[in-house]
């Protein structure tokens, strides 16, 4: 049977919708279930507690293939509010949520949380950046001093916001106010997002001795306070997704599939490889996992952090889309938005959607652990790139279905039908899951206490690289 979420107008209007059928069984405290004990399913009172921290986990029992095959979905009717605005949205179980509209109504960015807010990008055609309060959706303030369009994604640091914007300027924004602190021309198009650390920000921008048509193309560090240039150093192409943080190094990868690894303090190449790369890299420890294209379809890597070498090739996907990466010279909009199928790493464990699949897997030999499987055609890229939050992957569906799953067995804790299109990557923050849909709207659902956290903007952090706690 199906469940459905009932509206509260904004003004506090009604009162809550109870899920139909009979009350749940009793079960143990969140804190006493275990992969082993959770069962598909089971309605928790608070996300599974986290296990102890090991190489990797004992294989457990599989799931259901099907995402859908162990719980049902609950459906959020979510209204057609008034450009600006924002309504209450009451769940069962005394748990709440909220959607807001951007007034610009547009395709929009993964968020960023911090301090209270979620802040959101007003999308590709617009000029305007918006804060929302994290726990209501109403608008804590919208910056109107852009002189660019395309705000990207932002990173949350220190109290400030900062991001690109497609043509042709990086702003940091106090978190506070959305008071301009500074803002650099960089060059244009710039679809990229930031990166931080350190005290320096990352950004890839055109040449300003070519077009940005032709490149080459360059990724610069600049000082967080003040935006002063530290270093520059040219690439092939526009990056994907964003620049990585790890160790002393910046990590990146461009549209045309090559990899860098670069020291962060100088800008010193410390190696550059043709991979095929499809999405930024992901490290852990001494060793890159990224996602390249391989004889039409999409292939799990393991490379050398060390020297770019490739040093195993893992799982293959079901289908053969993994020539859609855009460029600027294509769809600049839609290299904006790419995310791609960028794998996490925890504990030895990675997880990655690859199409309309999900997959866990032992990160060093590929040795599969769980798999699940979206409805209709694997062969397109109907799941969008993961979100890691101790004890849960959440993952949003193109068609607008957002998923919570058990980090050791893949069984399905919560999922939600939005009922719009999201191409985003879902944030994690204190309990409630936000997510960007492309018709600006935000969805934020309170599913959990406040330890499920930790994922606060594309990547987890503002270095792209894990838990923002």
């Keep these: 049977m199906t469940g459905r979420i009932a509206l509260v107008v904004a003004v506090g209007c009604g009162g809550t919708a109870e899920l139909p059928g009979s009350p749940p069984p009793a079960r143990p405290p969140a804190a006493q279930l275990t992969a082993s004990t959770l069962q598909p399913g089971a309605d928790l009172e608070g996300p599974i507690a986290q296990p102890a921290r090991r190489e990797r986990r004992a294989k457990a029992e599989s799931p259901p293939v099907d995402l859908v095959a162990d719980r049902a979905i609950v459906h959020v009717d979510v209204p057609p509010i008034p450009r600006g605005a924002a309504a209450a949205l009451a769940l069962a179980d005394d748990r709440d949520g909220w959607v807001a509209r951007i007034p610009d109504a547009v395709q929009l960015p993964a968020a960023a949380y911090g301090d209270g807010k979620l802040y959101v990008s007003g999308g590709f055609e617009s000029s305007r950046f918006y804060a929302l309060d994290a726990e209501t959706g109403r608008v804590a303030w919208a ?94 192409q526009e990056l994907l997704a964003a620049p990585v943080i790890a160790g002393d190094s910046v990590y990146a990868t461009t549209a045309d599939g090559s990899t860098y690894r670069l020291r962060r303090a100088t800008g010193a190449l410390v190696w550059s490889e043709a991979l095929g790369a499809t999405t930024a890299p992901w490290i852990a420890g001494d060793e890159l996992y990224v996602t390249r294209a391989r004889r ?174």
């Design 143 to 236: 910056s109107t001093e852009l002189n660019d369009p395309g705000p990207t994604a932002a990173v949350y640091d220190d109290g400030r916001v900062i991001f690109n914007t497609e043509s042709c300027t990086m702003f940091a924004l106090d978190a506070r106010s959305g008071k301009t602190l500074w803002s650099q021309r960089i060059g244009s198009v710039t679809l990229a997002q930031t990166a931080v650390a350190g005290g320096l920000v990352f950004a890839a921008h055109p040449s300003d001795q070519n077009p940005a048509t032709t490149g080459p193309y360059e990724l610069s560090a600049y000082r967080v306070r003040d935006g002063v240039q530290v270093w520059t150093r040219s690439i092939t």
């Design 296 to 469: 039409g379809k999409e292939q799990q890597i393991v490379v050398s952090a060390a020297t770019g070498k490739v040093i195993a090739e893992q799982r293959e996907s079901a289908g053969a889309y993994a020539w859609d990466v855009p460029t600027t010279t294509t769809d600049a909009k839609a290299l904006w938005a790419f995310e791609g199928s960028r794998p996490v790493v925890d504990r030895g464990v990675r997880y990655v959607a690859m199409g309309g699949e999900i997959h866990a897997m032992v990160a060093s030999t590929g040795e599969p652990l769980w798999q699940r499987r979206y409805a209709g055609n694997v062969a397109t890229r109907s799941i969008g790139s993961v979100a890691f939050a101790g004890s849960e992957v959440v993952v949003a569906t193109r068609d607008g279905k957002l998923f919570g799953l058990d980090v050791d067995t893949g069984y399905t804790l919560w999922s939600y039908d939005i009922g719009h299109r999201v191409i985003a990557e879902p944030v994690v923050a204190k309990g409630w899951i936000y997510a960007t849909t492309d018709d600006g709207y935000v969805v934020a659902l309170h599913v959990a206490d406040a330890t499920l956290d930790g994922w606060h903007m594309f990547g987890g952090n503002a270095k792209h690289a894990g838990s923002s706690t």
